[in-house]
């Protein structure tokens, strides 16, 4: 089993900056995939950026160009370096490991997920 605990959100102006860590524990981390999903309020959870094991990255359009992921896979923790927020990326953030290191576009290939953590953005 892996444990993914996330921490780093809360409530940003607009134009400013956040990051989010997500730390895991248990079996092996360095060969998983490692995304962030976000969900906000009456939306379907959207995809925003994956880490795969090569170290290879890809991002949601909205993001892109805004937002980072990188790993640490000593300390077995993810980040998600978020710039230039704007309120419609207020959500619930979550972390996600993927062990067969597809790093899918889909919530439905990720077989861990973290509880989540609420990031607000006001205008």
């Known amino acids: 089993q892996v444990q993914l605990v996330e921490s780093g959100g809360g409530l940003v102006q607009a134009g400013g900056s956040l990051r989010l860590s997500c730390a895991a524990s248990?079996?092996?981390?360095?060969?998983?995939?490692m995304g962030w999903f976000r969900q906000g309020p009456g939306k379907e959870r959207e995809f925003v950026a994956v880490?795969?094991?090569?170290?290879?990255?890809y991002y949601g359009d909205s993001v892109k160009g805004r937002f980072t992921i990188s790993r640490d896979n000593a300390k077995k923790t993810v980040y998600l370096q978020m710039n230039s927020l704007r309120p419609e990326d207020t959500a619930v953030y979550y972390c996600?490991?993927?062990?067969?290191?597809?790093?899918?576009?889909?919530?439905?290939?990720?077989?861990?997920w973290g509880q989540g953590t609420q990031v607000t953005v006001s205008s």
């Open positions: 996600a490991a993927d062990p067969n290191n597809r790093g899918s576009y889909y919530s439905s290939g990720y077989r861990y």
């Open positions: 248990g079996r092996t981390f360095s060969s998983y995939a």
């Open positions: 880490i795969r094991w090569s170290g290879s990255t």
